[in-house]
């Protein structure tokens, strides 16, 4: 944000709690303010915190970026009612998608293929039992109003039905803001296929292309690319075009990422929206040379997405990124601390982004992501070399970092065949 | 600012050990900030000095203080505690503008004394002593921002 801001000739302030007091986005902000302390409760999502903090600065707008607040409909209402400029959807909209079953209602309206499942949330277990037999076993439930595996149940028969469908009901509504539950077909080998979109806020919509995020760890992605080397022409383009019908039926705005699941037939069905810039941008913005951050500032200003673009989105050759976690790279357990020797790769195709630095402390109070490490080639397998060579050269001394798991990602056969699907972690890993 | 007063600034955070100094005249603003390791030890370096461009560069905050000092306990006499900010805001020395200060220089305080309001969105917060003493300094200025954790005054416990 801040490069994008510099990009731009906007300053920044950066907020930050007190166990970021010494990092690199509060030293590079134009200026920073302390919100609270390390629990994010009391900072990251403290609203008053921030929004007084915005108000002492003086600031036009703020970018909530991913995580915390970023898709919280009651922040970008205050942010409105404060006289801030939210750099994301409406708060509507926000609303709207985070209803997942709506969204898939929405969906399904404009032809955008769902999974088969509920119609909303279940009323009934008798309602679950008839959907579950009409579609067929085995189905999902899910939580309605959050995700990340709460709330979530895969059910194999009818006879476990009732009991799951109040365990998901009892978890969803302890977890989230409400406790319904809706029902959907299960895929068991699924991969994760995301589109990355771009509205203004003059009703025009661009889709730019997807990521496959299949590469995953109990739900935690750990490597996005994009093209997706398992989607298929003609399902990409007519996914595509009624894609870009719905986003702008919904009245969307901003950056945002529509999630697919794709079966083993290689047909898309919409999971969810998130409407927020994602994680694993950078990937999208390799193959189309488009900074999607400062995409998100300029359409917050007003500006139309045919002026930001420049002309109709071009598409070349093949990014990959990998995830780089504080994390022991067998064990997955958290591995905050200080960091003692750095070297961050580089050469042709090499992107990374980092708050990392030598001497700099990892804390422990927040997410593990320490780096994301970008290759960009103009194939699959170029970007892949490259990704090797980046990996090799990356040194982090003093904390213990998932390089090695990447390195044995990028060099099993099956991944470079393209081959995998949700499930490829766990079959050599818990 | 000439060569001769930012090496004047230096002279003064070296000697006094006071750990960020930012000074701005007119259009020029220099920061000045001693670097301390995560160990705590407080024998740190002057290495950081921050001289923006001309003004058009450089962001200029509507309510920037002519002068922040911020001292860190560790250098300041043992026994002095300061009463820090617990919310980020605006920091206000009475309840309005006709009304005199909450408290000056030299009175004694007991826990629950009013020391200040700290205002946030809207919302006038009034920040308590949580120690018995004597107001000892004020280290912000009437309609000053405050982040969370910045010291407001230092109190001399009795």
Known sequence: MICACKDLGIPTVAVYSEADRHSLPVRFADQAICI????SARSYLDIPSIISAAEITHVDAIHPGYGFLSENAGFAEVCRVSGIKFIGPTPEVIAAMGIKERARAIMQQHGVPILPGSEGALSSTEEALETAERIGYP?????????GGRGMRVVNHPGELPGLLTQAQQEAGAAFSSADVYLEKYVGAPRHIEFQILADEHGNVEILGERDCSIQRRHQKLLEESPSPALRPEVRERVTAKLREAIRAIGYSNAGTVEFLMDEKGDLHFIEVNARIQ????????????????????IAGGEKLADILGGPVQFRGHAIECRINAENPETFTPSPGRITGLNLPGGVGIRVDTHAYQDGVIPPYYDSLVAKLIAHGRDRAEAIQRMKRALDLFVVEGIHTSIPLHKRILNEPDFVAGHFDTNFIKRWMP | MTNEEIRELIQIVTDTGVAELEVQRGD????????????????GRVNEILVPGPAGASPAPAAAPALKAETPPAQSEPELIYAKSPIVGTFYEAASPDTPPFVRIGEHVTPGKILCIIESMKLMNEIEADVAGIIESKLVQNGQPVEYGEALFGIRPV
């Open chain 1, 36 to 39: 609270g302390p390390a629990k």
């Open chain 1, 139 to 147: 189905v999902i439930l899910k939580a309605s109003a959050g995700g």
């Open chain 1, 279 to 298: 994680v694993e941008h950078p990937v999208t913005e390799a193959v189309t040379g488009i900074d999607l951050v400062k995409a998100q500032i300029r």
């Open chain 2, 28 to 43: 020029n603003r220099v920061r000045i900030r001693r670097s301390f390791g995560l160990s705590g030890s407080d024998e």
